[in-house]
């Protein structure tokens, strides 16, 4: 099994900038990938970024592209999402996810690993 812990949420305003953590622990794979959902009130949950381990490589949604960054640590098995330029509509609980086999999936159903959350409010 494999926990997640997300951390650094909070408020900000339009413009500001956040950056999300997410530590993993328990077991571990050669071979995964990790990344970052979210989730609005009264809209589905939507894929936001991922990166794979194996090759580093990275992928965003359209929305945040040019404005988030994804990285990893290999060394502490953690994952971060700096966040820039940030917008009203960025408001939203913030997932991290991991799942066996490096290759990043937009598709919810794929990720095997969820953690709890971490909420994002950005005001106007």
């Known amino acids: 099994q494999v926990q997640l812990v997300e951390s650094g949420g909070g408020l900000v305003q339009a413009g500001g900038s956040l950056r999300l953590s997410c530590a993993a622990s328990?077991?571990?794979?050669?071979?995964?990938?990790m990344g970052w959902f979210r989730q609005a009130p009264g809209k589905e949950r939507e894929f936001v970024s991922g990166?794979?381990?194996?090759?580093?490589?990275?992928h965003y949604a359209d929305s945040v592209k040019g404005r988030f960054t994804i990285s990893g640590d290999n060394a502490k098995n953690t994952v971060y999402l700096e966040m820039n330029s940030l917008k009203p509509e960025d408001t939203a609980s913030y997932y991290c996810?991991?799942?066996?086999?490096?290759?990043?999936?937009?598709?919810?159903?794929?990720?095997?690993?969820w953690g709890q959350g971490t909420q994002v409010t950005v005001s106007s």
């Open positions: 996810v991991a799942k066996i086999a490096s290759g990043v999936d937009v598709r919810k159903d794929r990720w095997s690993y």
């Open positions: 328990g077991r571990t794979f050669s071979n995964y990938a």
């Open positions: 990166i794979s381990w194996g090759g580093g490589s990275t």
